[in-house]
């Protein structure tokens, strides 16, 4: 089983430390949820996870693969994928060409095969739409499939940047901030999708400030604040531990 390792992660930024002795499991075939105040270094965790920047100590592992010095390709290759806090779609290409493009890393066909339109190529492209096509049916977005993905709407871009990251073929999926911005029938849809993933297989680690949301989608839950983790267990016993209640809420809060 590949599971998401985190030991001892650590990252500064000249004399400052954003974070600090992360030690964290994801594994495959669940939810994890990875939450804490505003500032409390969980982006820059998923930045190290996916190699955008370098530890300053610990390491990253998946399975029996050591990644704490790959670069972000490579860990891509490895198979870990991510959403961003900010939809980045191509906003002027179709919804089935932005999912396409998470198909890139599995071409085999070589470039000038494709430059020339040779006939391997062009069966691999065919399946490959083929393939995008049976992800927009599962995430319910076919009927869209020849609209540019701009158009769509906030809940429904969402979704597609999902589509095109478990295009990828991931055995973990890191998701940042995956229902900001939505209502409780959208996140409800959303959550609905990502316990199918979790289902086939996939490890899914969520970052999210939702914590009804977390606390309903995650069977582990960890918590951090100041750049350190603070917590981490069960959601129920995690939301009640007094040095997570303070730093949600001040330390007046976990005192009385």
Known sequence: MSALR???????????RAVSDITLST???KITGLIGPNGAGKTTVINLITGTLSLTDGRV???????TTAEPDAIARHGISRTFQNIRLLAEATVLDNVMIGFHRH??????SGLLGLGAARRETA??????AELLQRFGLLRYADMPAGNLSY?????????????????ILLLDEPVAGMNDVEAGELGDLYQELAASGIGLLMIEHNVRFVTRMCEHVYVMASGRMISEGRPGAV???????????GDKHAQG
């Open 27 to 29: 594994p495959v075939g």
């Open 107 to 112: 071409e085999k066909a070589s470039f000038v």
């Open 61 to 67: 592992c998946l399975g029996d693969s050591d990644l």
């Open 127 to 132: 399946d490959i739409r083929a393939k995008s």
């Open 6 to 16: 985190l030991e001892g992660v650590s990252k500064s930024f000249g004399g400052l």
């Open 155 to 171: 809940g429904h871009q969402r979704r597609v940047e999902m589509a095109r990251a478990v295009a990828t073929d991931p055995k």
């Open 239 to 249: 939301m009640q531990d007094p040095k997570v209640v303070a730093a949600y809420l």
